[in-house]
């Protein structure tokens, strides 16, 4: 069986159309259990291949439905694939040099490295659209929810994924070579390809214990 096989996104079907009837529960054990029990896989654990172009568009077709006040869509997508990693790296390069004179090389070299470790990186950027009807903070908050449906989507297609920022989402340097302009900030760098060994359980936080009643 190829690893295509355990990849389910081909069963996905056509989306919803607008104003079309949906039911209003759909009970899931599967979804309910599959919740329960994801993880995130590190970046190292993570390799070839990453996926098709088809199977990207279907990912993120799945991450754009999401709640997003005043559907103002406050998001777009970078996909970063291919030579583009090492174009990249190259900028990454240069802002790590600019932010450390004195690193190693050996420290600049895995730098430069950072976006070929694995197949597939979507940019999620917080693009905020400026309207006195939705505070900024609901927009912000609505890409955190493209970024979380992405890393689900992904490992429900059967792709490991990892959401990163590291200090480049935050560099003014990187942020121009990848287009961002005005208020917009990466939401995140979502990580994706395929899971090389198993995930193992973190430590969680006591749901109860953050819980309070009025
Ligand atoms: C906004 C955001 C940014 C993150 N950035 C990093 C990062 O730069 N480096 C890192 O090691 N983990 C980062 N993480 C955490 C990873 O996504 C990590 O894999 C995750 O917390 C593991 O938890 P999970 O298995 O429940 O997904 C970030 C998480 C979020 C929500």
Redesign the pocket.
């Known amino acids: 069986m190829d690893a295509a096989d355990h990849r389910p996104l081909h069963e996905l079907g056509r989306l919803p159309a607008d104003g079309e009837r949906l039911a209003a529960t759909q009970p899931s054990v599967d979804t309910l259990r599959f919740l329960a029990r994801?993880?995130?896989?590190?970046?190292k654990d993570i390799c070839e291949p990453g996926p098709t172009a088809a199977e990207l568009d279907d990912l993120l077709r799945v991450a754009v439905r999401v709640p997003d006040h005043g559907k103002l869509a406050p998001w777009r997508f970078i996909v970063i694939e291919g030579a583009a990693r090492t174009r990249l790296g190259a900028v990454l390069e240069q802002a790590f040099v600019n932010r450390q004179p004195d690193a190693a090389p050996t420290t600049v070299a895995l730098e430069r490295a950072r976006f070929e470790r694995v197949p597939t990186i979507v940019v999620v950027v917080s693009a905020p659209v400026s309207t006195p009807k939705v505070p900024e903070w609901e927009q912000v908050l609505s890409a955190?929810a493209v970024?979380?449906q992405l890393?689900l989507a992904a490992n429900a297609a059967g792709f490991a994924a990892?959401?990163?920022?590291?200090?480049y989402?935050y560099d003014r340097h990187v942020l121009a070579a990848l287009g961002l302009v005005g208020g917009e900030r990466v939401?995140?760098?979502l990580h994706i390809g395929s899971p090389e060994g198993d995930?193992e359980e973190?430590r969680?936080p006591d749901a109860r214990a953050l819980t309070t009643r009025l």
Do not use: M, P
């Open positions: 994801r993880r995130s896989l590190v970046v955190g970024c979380y890393l990892q959401w990163l920022t590291e200090w989402a939401a995140g760098f995930a973190r969680r």
